[in-house]
């Protein structure tokens, strides 16, 4: 499993009690879409972010909007026993910054385009 915080942790886990089993081939960035199988009742998602992230992610369970929990400092979302669909998206929080970087982008176009014709540009 890729360890994308650099901790030593497995960005996803899936525990039951006192088991823990990382959730191969499935990498945490701003969104995130995978069928889980069926386990053990009482199982939980773990996630390698600090609790501020989970304030801002939506966590859902087969389209059910799933609260945090907490297990070892790690933000927990409580699965059922079945096999389930979950999806996970870090929606933007600021919009101005949306528009900052859309405009950032829109200056970097601008300045790629060049101007005028081929005589005016040559140094001769």
């Given at each position: 499993?890729?360890?994308?915080?650099?901790?030593?942790?497995?960005?996803?886990?899936?525990?039951?009690?006192?088991?823990?089993?990382?959730?191969?081939?499935?990498?945490?960035?701003?969104?995130?879409?995978?069928?889980?199988?069926?386990?053990?009742?009482g199982r939980a998602l773990v996630v390698a972010e600090s609790p501020e992230w989970a304030r801002v992610a939506e966590v859902r369970v087969?389209?059910?909007?799933?609260?945090?929990?907490?297990?070892?400092?790690?933000?927990?979302?409580?699965?059922?026993?079945?096999?389930?669909?979950?999806?996970?998206?870090?929606p933007p929080t600021d919009r101005r910054w949306f528009l900052v970087q859309l405009g950032l982008v829109a200056l970097a176009v601008f300045l790629a385009v060049p101007f005028g014709n081929r005589r005016s540009r040559r140094l001769s």
């Amino acid at each position: 499993m890729a360890d994308l915080n650099g901790d030593g942790r497995p960005d996803l886990a899936l525990t039951s009690g006192s088991i823990q089993t990382d959730v191969k081939g499935l990498r945490l960035g701003l969104w995130l879409d995978a069928d889980l199988p069926a386990g053990p009742a009482g199982r939980a998602l773990v996630v390698a972010e600090s609790p501020e992230w989970a304030r801002v992610a939506e966590v859902r369970v087969d389209g059910t909007l799933v609260p945090a929990r907490t297990i070892g400092g790690l933000p927990a979302y409580a699965l059922p026993a079945q096999a389930a669909q979950v999806s996970i998206e870090v929606p933007p929080t600021d919009r101005r910054w949306f528009l900052v970087q859309l405009g950032l982008v829109a200056l970097a176009v601008f300045l790629a385009v060049p101007f005028g014709n081929r005589r005016s540009r040559r140094l001769s």
